[in-house]
């Protein structure tokens, strides 16, 4: 069974850090290419991040390109989102998806995703 | 553009069939994909491709697209369709993935 829980959301200083963590179980994350999407509250989603499957290419949306880095470790089985200079506009529930088609190199569409975790920055 | 619009919110009867369109430049080259949210649970896929549900999802679901449009068709809509509804396809750089704002369906 697919399983994917994200951590590491909470409150974060304007100009500080997080780092995002989602470990996935049932599939491998290096297999597929893997995303994070946010969504403000009472907003709409927003794609965030993405890496390619295997080499793991990476692409950021405007918005946190500079300022958020995207990576997985294949052993852990687990991706990450590290998120610098953090202001209000980062405040969302951001989730992890997962691409539904294996080795693709760019995102495509998420069969599975995580329950999400709350990002709030504020000082 | 790299945008994807979508009516804020559509209404449909109970048993009756509805259509949520998604405009954008970039439909003209890649297909949608679409998501249903309800409140405090995650997005899940309800069509991806040309026409293509994931499985679980009911046949009721159906995409099509024309032009920059496309749309996902709900046929006989339940109770249980009243959702917020997300478009999802590339940006004009064929990396990037874009959602629309979201089309919030009420079954009345």
């Known amino acids: 069974e697919v399983q994917m829980l994200e951590s590491g959301g909470g409150l974060g200083q304007p100009g500080g850090s997080l780092r995002l963590s989602c470990v996935a179980s049932?599939?491998?994350?290096?297999?597929?290419?893997m995303s994070w999407v946010r969504q403000a509250p009472g907003k709409g989603l927003e794609w965030v991040s993405s890496?390619?499957?295997?080499?793991?290419?990476?692409y950021y949306a405007d918005s946190v390109k500079g300022r958020f880095t995207i990576s997985r470790d294949n052993s852990k089985n687990t991706l990450y989102l590290q998120m610098n200079s953090l202001s209000a506009e980062d405040t969302a529930v951001y989730y992890c998806?997962?691409?539904?088609?294996?080795?693709?190199?760019?995102?495509?569409?998420?069969?599975?995703w995580g329950q999400g975790t709350l990002v709030t920055v504020s000082s | 553009s790299s945008e994807l619009t979508q009516d804020p919110a559509v209404s449909v009867a109970l048993g009756q069939t509805v259509r949520i369109t998604c405009q954008g430049d970039?439909?003209?080259?890649?297909?949608a994909s679409w998501y249903q949210q309800k409140p405090g649970q995650a997005p899940l896929l309800v069509i991806y491709?040309?026409?293509n549900r994931p499985s679980g999802i009911p046949d009721r679901f159906s995409g099509s697209s024309s032009g920059n449009t496309a749309s996902l068709t709900i046929t006989g809509a339940h109770a249980g369709d009243e959702a917020d509804y997300y478009c999802?396809?590339?940006?004009?750089?064929?990396?990037?993935?874009?959602f629309g704002g979201g089309t919030k369906l009420t079954v009345l």
């Open positions: 890496i390619g499957a295997g080499g793991g290419s990476t």
């Open positions: 049932g599939f491998t994350v290096g297999n597929y290419a």
């Open positions: 999802n396809s590339r940006d004009s750089t064929g990396n990037h993935l874009v």
């Open positions: 998806a997962k691409d539904q088609t294996s080795f693709m190199t760019t995102p495509s569409e998420f069969d599975y």
């Open positions: 970039s439909l003209r080259t890649y297909y």
């Open positions: 491709g040309k026409n």
